[in-house]
Nanobody, 129 residues
Framework: QVQLVESGGGLVQPGGSLRLSCAGS????????IGWFRQAPGKEREGVSC????????DYADAAKGRFTVSKDSAKNTVYLQMNSLKPEDTAVYFC??????????????????????WGQGAQVTVSS
């Protein structure tokens, strides 16, 4: 079973950047599709981005396209979410999640959230001037 820990959140001004990290332990993240999700106060958790086991396939929510980039560093057993041109509406708790896929190295999805099996505790991102 994999454990996930997010880091890199914080307070940033509109237009700024942050890079979130999702560090895995217990198992190699190479065995999992990884998703990034966020939940703002009073709203449902929504998918932001995902990356396949191989790292060759990614997907993004419309709100993230062109501004966010997901990547992975297998040597560090870590998946990243680079967020640029941040807006106040990006304010949320950001979670990474993992789904074990033994035979499928190309699949990931940003919905539904229930597709994922393991979740981190989340990292707060606040975009405000």
């Amino acid at each position: 079973q994999v454990q996930l820990v997010e880091s890199g959140g914080g307070l940033v001004q509109p237009g700024g950047s942050l890079r979130l990290s999702c560090a895995g332990s217990g198992r190699s993240l190479g065995e999992y599709a990884i998703g990034w999700f966020r939940q703002a106060p009073g709203k449902e958790r929504e998918g932001v981005s995902c990356i396949s086991r191989s790292g060759r396939n990614t997907d993004y929510a419309d709100a993230a396209k062109g501004r966010f980039t997901v990547s992975k560093d297998s040597a560090k057993n870590t998946v990243y979410l680079q967020m640029n041109s941040l807006k106040p509406e990006d304010t949320a708790v950001y979670f990474c999640a993992a789904r074990s896929l033994r035979f499928d190295t190309s699949r990931c999805t940003i919905r539904p959230t229930t597709w994922y099996e393991y979740w981190g505790q989340g990292a707060q991102v606040t975009v405000s001037s």
